[in-house]
């Protein structure tokens, strides 16, 4: 067994070396298939070369590290634990055995009718059957369907402020400090271009718009507080009982709430840990004192002015490209590569689109220190992380969006015996800790997307598990996710470096295409960066795996498509849609050049 | 003991509210709801339902609070989507009857502001 386990990670190692040869030449490729329609030798060879490896590597059982879940072919190969199945089976152990869940593609069945633990309503020794910690997308969704179906719930939420003393109220971080607020930056920054688009439509417009900050920054608190409000009118209209304390373990049954009015002990049969994340802070002189977070942008008092954001995951993108929409310059550092986790070709574009747009990238800088001079402004040192050259600029506003640290922390995990693991909490597919009667779901959980609405689904079923008549289970696969840049991005599925990872490179087929929206001939806006491509299986029936867009309205273009691609989408079915003309989604279905051909996926003619 | 106002119509609401927000920063509750004829009787059935319902939850308001019963009018003249209850940025009613506070988040509308529950949060609510 370990040998076959040693034997897979070994070939895994030897296939991810392949697949660097691939995409690089692939990379290479589409850049020249632009300029010249024929294949490169040098690229068929060391394909060649690949496969020859790959089809000696592959020989022994524990040699298919590709394998493939989505074919049911294969998977009579148990062997080796495909990508889909590795965390089912991890918590096998923690769930009580049973059959281990595939991909949702090729065996949902397993996945929905799989007996589940269910909690009774006891009524028993304690004072809850449940307590949500942490009132954010996932608590409360949990608490209020947990509610619905009979269970005596209290939800506790509370907001540490931050350094600079911004704090906010019920619903957690896609109300408050994320979500909601970037997404109306993001709109205030697009109506911007918009008024400037609309004078070349024969709109007659003062030249001169310039953006009030604080107007913005109260009309978006205002919608917040609004928010804030009808959640709280929510959960008094469901009978949700909510407190506003800080919870923590005192052993697996009790907790202790920290309140404005004291302290209070409390007991529950079963807890839902929901806590969530806030941004981390670099260990640098002056980060903390000078520095702000996303928690703290979208209520700033002042005019953020020039910007230094530091990070380039997707919440960093996002606001330096709507501070460069409302007229800011934003300038992001990126320690090593752009949208960690999102297909790198995407990835570069995106990055390129913000460059092509004003927003100067530094790559390979980390931040040493940041100090504040006597005119106001912050002088920040950096290095480049290879040559070690140092450099330093002066900066208004310094902007740290370098990740997000669960927080484990205040809740004395210790207490109840819950394990963590990198500041979160590991949990099986029934979304359980370690610890029988304690549950963790959101942000908190190690290992799966970051967003609301995975957290809000997952934190109802678990309710409904617990508490209703369900066994649904969670399904964290082929998640559609957008980033908001000003140029959008979203996708759903496999990127293409994971399809190639999972599958081989030579079993995959990328059409791809560049495209140019109807709107943007008037305005003369760029039309450079109008790229998407479909992931798909080579042979067969040409399964999609993965979507991915790049342009104008990209998550109300990819929504659709997550359905299709969740309900087994082809090649052949997409080919067959009839598009909706003029509009850019309509191009996934005119998509017919693939990688491989080496012909030129830019567009022919305007409107074909 | 909270301060109690009856006003009809769009100028005499106006008017009362600009007095209140001259006397400084006392908090104002405001009640919309629909007209009724000469025998008493309202065309908006909520309204009616509401009422009690919110006067009884008034103790809860704080003390030197304000308290604004609006009488929108007739149907017809709601019914208008023109009506200046309707335009106003300030209160912007798309239902009746509405409780709200005065220029702050907390609203509630239709059939919530008859559960005593609900009115009683908005009245004590400190955010
Ligand atoms: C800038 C930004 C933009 C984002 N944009 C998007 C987007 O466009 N789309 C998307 O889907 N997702 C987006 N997200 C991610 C999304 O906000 C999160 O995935 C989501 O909020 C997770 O929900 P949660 O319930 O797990 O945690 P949270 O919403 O963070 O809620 C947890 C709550 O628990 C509280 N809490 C913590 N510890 C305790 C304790 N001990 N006792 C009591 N209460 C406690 C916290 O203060 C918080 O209120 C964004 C995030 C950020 C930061």
Redesign the pocket.
């Known amino acids: 067994m370990s040998l076959t386990l040693w034997n897979s990670r070994f070939s895994i190692t030897l296939v991810r070396q392949h697949t660097t040869i691939f995409t690089s030449a692939r990379t290479a490729l589409t850049e020249n298939a632009i300029n010249s329609s024929h294949l490169s030798q040098n690229f068929l060879q060391r394909r060649h070369f690949a496969l020859n490896l790959m089809k000696t590597n592959t020989g022994g059982d524990g040699g298919r590290a590709p394998s493939n879940s989505r074919n049911p072919t294969n998977n009579q190969r148990g062997s080796s634990q495909p990508r889909y199945t590795r965390n089912a089976s991890m918590s096998q152990g923690a769930a009580g055995g049973g059959i281990p869940f595939e991909h949702p593609h090729c065996d949902r069945i397993a996945m929905y009718d799989y007996e589940s633990r269910r909690n009774r309503i006891t009524r028993g020794p304690y004072d809850y059957d449940l307590i949500v910690?942490?009132?954010?997308?996932?608590?409360l969704a949990c608490a209020k369907e947990a509610v619905a179906c009979g269970a005596r719930v209290v939800c506790?939420?509370?907001?540490?402020p931050t350094p600079l003393g911004t704090k906010w109220g019920?619903?957690?971080?896609?109300v408050n400090?994320?979500?909601i607020p970037?997404?109306l930056m993001h709109q205030a920054s697009l109506l911007g271009e918009a008024v400037h688009e609309a004078a070349a439509y024969g709109w007659n417009v003062n030249e001169k718009i310039k953006p009030d900050w604080n107007k913005l920054v109260s009309s978006v608190q205002n919608h917040i507080k609004s928010v804030n409000w009808v959640t709280r009118v929510d959960l008094r209209d469901k009978k949700v009982e909510y407190i506003n304390?800080?919870?923590?373990f005192l052993d697996p049954h009790t907790m202790t709430i920290k309140m404005k009015s004291g302290d209070r002990k409390i007991t529950s049969q079963t807890f839902v840990i929901?806590?969530?994340?806030r941004?981390r802070y670099p260990d640098i002189p002056g980060a903390v004192e000078y520095g702000i977070t996303?928690d703290d942008l979208f209520s700033l008092n002042r005019e953020p002015g020039k910007t230094l954001v530091v990070g380039a995951g997707y919440?960093g993108l996002?606001?330096a490209g709507f501070l460069k929409g409302l007229g800011y310059e934003p300038t992001v550092m990126v320690r090593s590569i752009v949208l960690r986790g999102f297909d790198q070709q995407m990835a570069g574009l995106v990055a390129d689109s913000m460059e092509e747009r004003g927003i100067p990238f530094l790559y390979q800088y980390v931040p040493l220190s940041v100090e504040k001079l006597s005119s106001g402004k912050l002088l920040v040192k950096y290095e480049h992380s290879q040559s070690g050259e140092v450099r330093s600029d002066t900066f208004d506003t310094v902007l740290w969006a370098i990740g997000?640290k669960g927080?484990v922390d205040?809740?004395n995990l210790a207490n109840a015996g819950v394990h963590t693991f990198k500041d979160k909490i590991q949990v099986d597919s029934y979304e359980a800790t370690n610890v029988p009667n304690i549950y963790a779901?959101?942000?908190?959980i190690y290992g799966k997307p970051?967003?609301?609405?995975?957290?809000v689904l997952a934190?109802r079923l678990l309710a409904r598990r617990l508490y209703g008549e369900s066994t649904q289970r969670m399904d964290y696969t082929d998640v559609a996710?957008?980033v908001?840049t000003p140029l959008e991005y979203a996708c759903v599925g496999l990127s293409e470096e994971d399809a190639v990872k999972e599958f081989g490179a030579d079993e995959i087929e990328v059409f791809h295409g560049y495209y140019k929206p109807t709107e943007f001939f008037i305005p003369q806006k760029s039309v450079r960066h109008c790229y998407l491509k479909a992931v798909a299986e080579r042979h067969g029936e040409q399964r999609v795996y993965g979507l991915h867009y790049l342009g104008p309205v990209a998550g109300e273009v990819i929504q659709g498509f997550a359905a299709a691609l969740k309900s087994g989408l082809t090649i052949k079915t997409l080919m067959n849609t009839v598009g909706i003309h003029p509009t850019t989604a309509e191009e996934f279905t005119r998509l017919n050049i693939t990688k491989r051909s080496g012909l030129d996926p830019t567009p022919a003619s305007c409107c074909s | 003991m909270v301060v109690k106002h009856n006003v009809k119509g769009y100028d005499e609401f106006s008017k009362k509210m600009e007095e209140l927000e001259g006397n400084g920063s006392a908090q104002v509750h405001v009640l919309f709801s629909g007209g009724k004829d000469e025998n008493g009787e309202s065309w908006c059935p909520y309204c009616v339902k509401a009422e009690p319902v919110i006067s009884d939850a008034l103790k809860k308001a704080p003390d030197n609070s304000h308290f604004v019963h609006v009488d929108v009018g007739e149907r017809s003249y709601w019914k208008d989507l023109n009506c200046p209850f309707r335009k106003d940025p300030n209160t912007h009613l798309i239902f009746l009857p509405t409780l709200l506070r005065w220029k702050s988040p907390q609203r509630l509308d239709g059939e919530r502001c008859s559960n005593k529950d609900l009115v009683e949060m908005m009245f004590e609510d400190e955010d």
């Open positions: 910690i942490g009132g954010g997308s996932a608590g506790l939420d509370y907001v540490k019920v619903g957690g971080t896609c400090v994320g979500c970037k997404k304390g800080l919870g923590s929901a806590v969530g994340g941004p996303s919440i996002e606001c997000r927080l205040d809740l779901v959101g942000d908190i970051e967003l609301t609405p995975v957290a934190g996710t957008t908001f």
